[in-house]
């Protein structure tokens, strides 16, 4: 006799069970509940509505963020999944009490608080803080590059745009070439063939597009989403945004996000410890960064702020085989020369300006020298520019050498790279879900507050972080 156990769904109960009952005591849901009980909604800016005009139901605000939050914690991004979580998840219906919350009103509520994501996250941060889960001692700064919600496909490309109306044109003059356009006229009431007309109307269109992007200084453009930029991403240039995170050594706590539309990360650096600042209040002891972060106006600046950062250094090819690599010649502070390795002197020569720093340029002057078509093409003789942050350069160079600073990159990895494994790959957040940069924020905001929520949440579950 079998002794399989089958479902019985017309079993009748005489006590029904509460919802309350369904969801386990250390449920997840729980958490993010007591979590947003917690919160002072009225200083995050999020009151309660009054009722809606449309006639829409006037749910609590503490309710709508109860959804986001517990959806993006179990990785439900779409207002319409969110609106079906809330019709058919146990745990769902008991955060909501059974009202369901349709998938326009969740979006109103995100798009009218998209400002006050960040402020959310901070409360998370500040929570993590407060429990002595962040160490404080040692960060990691780093970027991602995360496809924007507009396709490339439907994207203004200037070098597509020139070749289409190039072809065009010669479609054009074909077109003209092969009738008698005075013929044409009087046989067609003025009127130009519908192909020819057609042609031309979209050539005009393609010109206003192309004096947009030289207007705007871009050889790339999407009309819905213009602050996105073409970035370089596995091998591939896709739009995209460069999501920045800084990570706590402790747990992988994320202390600060950040979206930006630059594509490198060199002028970022200083900029990342401030958000930490803004976020808990103090910078990290010390601050790990990669080679993408170098940059010698930032770790001057961060000096200059008493901040402690370590940075790669980038890689430099045929640093090791070129004899008369720049690395090679040696800088004469007393003399305030450079000394090439056969011993002669490249002396100051001028000062310029690139891109905001001071250069001073020196150079060698002997025409004779044996070495000349070796260390140089140039017939002006060898030049060598030396930044007005050279000292610092110099300092990092030697920092990142020593054994504790290939130590110290060793850790970076381990400290923020995981933190982009779980949201790209578990999470599967590769690709904003918004349009424009202000609302990317507030997803990238709330994406990183659900996975500090998760950290969160083990302790929580164990009973050594109480909320009130």
Known sequence: ???????????????????????????????????????????????????????????????????????????????RRLERACESDLAMRWLTGGHVIDHNTLWLFFDQHRGKMKKLFRQVVLLARDEGLLGMALHAV??????????????????????EVKRLDEQIARQLAEIDTTRAHEAEGHKLPEALRDAQERAARIRAGLARLEQAE????????????????????????????????????VVAAEVETVETDNH???????????????????TLADAGYFSGEQLAEAEARGLDVKVAMPKVAARETDEFHRDRFTYDNTRDVYVCPTGELLAR???????????TVYRC???????RDACTKSKDGRMIQRSEHEASFARRRAEARSSPGRESMRQRGAIVEPVFAQ???????????????????????????????RKLYTFWRTGSLQLA
């Open 1 to 79: 006799m079998s002794r399989a156990i089958r479902a019985e769904r017309r079993q009748l109960l005489l006590l029904p069970p509460s919802v309350d009952e369904l969801v386990g005591a250390d449920h997840p849901v729980r958490f993010v509940e007591a979590f947003v009980r917690s919160l002072n909604l009225a200083e995050l800016g999020m009151s309660d509505p009054d009722e809606d005009e449309r006639g829409r139901p006037a749910f609590a605000a503490e309710m709508k963020l109860g959804v986001w939050v517990y959806g993006y914690f179990e990785r439900i991004r779409s207002t």
């Open 142 to 163: 780093d970027g991602t590059k995360i496809l924007t919600a507009s396709s490339n496909r439907t994207a203004m490309h200037a070098n597509d745009l020139r070749e």
């Open 218 to 253: 871009r050889e790339h453009l999407h009309p819905s989403e213009p602050e996105a930029r073409m970035m370089r991403k596995h091998g591939r240039t896709d739009l995209a945004y460069n999501a920045q995170v800084v990570s706590d050594a402790e747990l992988q706590v």
């Open 268 to 286: 970022l650096l200083v900029p990342m410890l401030e958000n930490v600042k803004a976020t808990v209040g103090a910078v990290a002891t010390t």
């Open 349 to 359: 020569e001028r000062e310029m300006k690139k891109r905001g720093v001071l250069l």
């Open 365 to 371: 002057k002997n025409t004779e020298c044996p070495v």
């Open 423 to 453: 949201i790209k790959t578990l999470d599967g957040f590769t690709r904003f879900t918004v349009r424009g940069i202000e609302k990317a924020r507030a997803q990238w905001a709330l994406v990183c507050a659900a996975y500090d929520l």
